[in-house]
């Protein structure tokens, strides 16, 4: 019989991570910007201090919009981290910072680099 997993079973950050990644996903679909459709909160590090805590996302908008994203995190940085103190329950608000996850846009370009070494090789004879 498989034992019940509970809180205790994994770290403090790792709980303040998720956490803190559902708080801030929460309260960016309650904010009306449009520059932030279509962004998606992939995950947040809290220091162990809780000092500070980054939310990285990403985004299908294109590297042409990556400015005006940064932007409107600058912007809603606040009610965001207001948000995450209030919700959070914990003796210390991190201050929250927003960073673009560049994972999977990497992970993209190596794909499209290994799968054109391989077009370029060809079928041997």
């Not at 509970?6 to 960016?28: F, M, S």
């Not at 201090?49 to 919009?65: F, I, N, Q, T």
């Not at 673009?100 to 190596?110: E, G, T």
């Amino acid at each position: 019989m498989k034992k019940r997993t509970t809180a205790r079973d994994y770290p403090r950050t790792a709980r303040l991570n998720t956490l803190v990644r559902g708080i801030v996903a929460d309260e960016l679909e309650k904010i009306d910007d449009e520059r932030l459709d279509l962004v998606t909160i992939t995950s947040v590090v809290v220091d162990g201090d809780l000092g500070h805590a980054v939310a990285y996302y990403d985004h299908s908008r294109g590297d042409e919009a990556a400015e005006e994203i940064a932007e409107a995190f600058d912007e809603v940085r606040i009610r965001v981290q207001n948000a995450v103190g209030r919700q959070a329950k914990v003796k210390r608000t991190p201050e929250l910072r927003f960073a673009p996850d560049n994972v999977l846009r990497d992970a993209r370009r190596i794909e499209d680099v290994l799968r054109g070494l391989n077009q370029s090789d060809g079928p041997e004879a």
